[in-house]
């Protein structure tokens, strides 16, 4: 048994795009397993890195600070500085304590200005007086924390915190070395402003967490919100990084132990900053793989349609031309193969059939003029005109007007449809054609017609088709005012519509029924009275003109009807 594979019933195309599109998932695939490998080892390198840039940045933190700590020393060690405050504490109210305490704070001045994170430096003598200066000197330091911190030490330096505050201080006693005498004159804060201390000396950005702990305290974060940090009591002298999460994201977490205090250093480092430019390149490749697709797509399809659209284009047509279309125009330029071949073959044909069929039309034409020339031939025009104009003398002398006008009118009527040979005649005769069968009409149906007409001006020499108008308005009140009981009102409106002219008889009537309007369109359903319907009027106009010219009708059960002729603006 032969069993078709699945893809035998699919277009030439998509063969063609399929393999294409299945080429490029192949080598895609490869690529991104290639990519995953090699970035897996960039990453873990990057790791490295940014754990030894953040140690860096630790160190390099743990220097400063350590300035700040010398700093306190030199100041506490100050001879000058010793005397002010042994002067201060000896006498509180001699002018000579008020010269001491000027010269201390500029004294102290001096020192401030060396470093721009040092938010103020405060000196507190044995009694309980504030020394302070700097740019911030509102910062209130814990004194009874800093003075319990002091007690167990021996002059050296000690770190606290500040709650409420985003400052750090470096406290340290001031004893006297005189004589060695080693009395304690005073207490010495240096406060610092975290803030401007880690941008001056770290420049970290915003979404880098940066943490300052001596033991199990958080003296400084640049980041709000508690962070539970894991213990390293068993490392304290060690250094190192680890994987940390917090809230769900991970971070790379550096840890740094200071080498001249108690402090340590954490760096909180989100992995998305890590891996930030692996990730652009994975987007870069996607967004390749992406254009890549794009353009196989769109290269398979054109070269695929290249192949396929010859063929599809002449079974397009051949489908055309069964269904009725024989206007469809056949490119002359095709490829010289046996495609081209085909279309030149089918080309040929089709004029001929082309030929043919205006040959038919030719003939009906002939046909149709034909009729119409006979129907006028069957009255003879000089009996008819001689009759109505005794019909017309009799009536005035028995003064009977109504009579007359309808003879007039009738009169007039006749002698506008069989005075004028010619096929084509001027809106302005049809009108008046028109008018004179509107008058008989209105003597018969008095009240019940009422007829109005709104035409342009610059319209009315233009010519069209005889007996284009009447016949549409005979059958509107033969086949509208005759079957209702009303009033009822016809409206002819010859208006420009683009490059054409566009003729419209509206009435009022009962409808016409969807099921009739198709027969009306085949010539089966007539006018009662002149012979003339309305697919005669359709066929005369789409044979003279075109396709696209000729009549349209809508019309809705109750709601009347309205006829649309369209025609050309012909002067002559």
Known sequence: MNIKPFYSNFKIKDKIFSISLLILFIFGLVGMITYHFFTSLYEDRIYEESAEMLQLSSSVLDQEMNKIENMSFQIATDSIIQNYLYTINRNESSFEVYQAKT????????????YRYIASMQV????????TTGYNTEIENDTEKIKKLLADTKGTNIWTSLEGENVISAARLIRRKANLDLGELGTLVITIDMEEFINRTLNFSSNKNFIITSEDEIYYQTNEGEVDLPDLSEGVNENGYMNFSLNGEDYLLTFNHSNFSQLTYYHLLPFTDITKQSQAIKLFMILAFLFLIILTVLLSRRASNNISKPLEQLSKRMKSVEQGNFEDSVPTVYYNDEIGQLHENF???????????????TKQLVIKETEYKALQAQINPHFLYNTLESVNWLAKINKQEKISVMVEALGSMMRNILSKKAPMITIEEELEIVNSYITIQQYRYDKRLKFSLTVEDDLKKSKIPKLSIQPIVENAIQHGLEEMVGECSIHVSIMAHEDDIQITVQDNGPGIEESKLEGIY???IRSKSSGIGLSNINERIKLMFGQQYGLTIKSRVGEGTTIYILLPIMTE
């Open 103 to 114: 010269k201390l704070l500029q004294r102290l001045l001096g020192y401030v200005s060396s």
């Open 124 to 131: 507190i003598d044995r009694y309980g007086g504030k020394y």
């Open 347 to 361: 080309r040929l044909m089709l004029n001929k059939i082309n030929e043919l069929i205006k040959e038919n039309y």
């Open 522 to 524: 085949k010539g089966q």
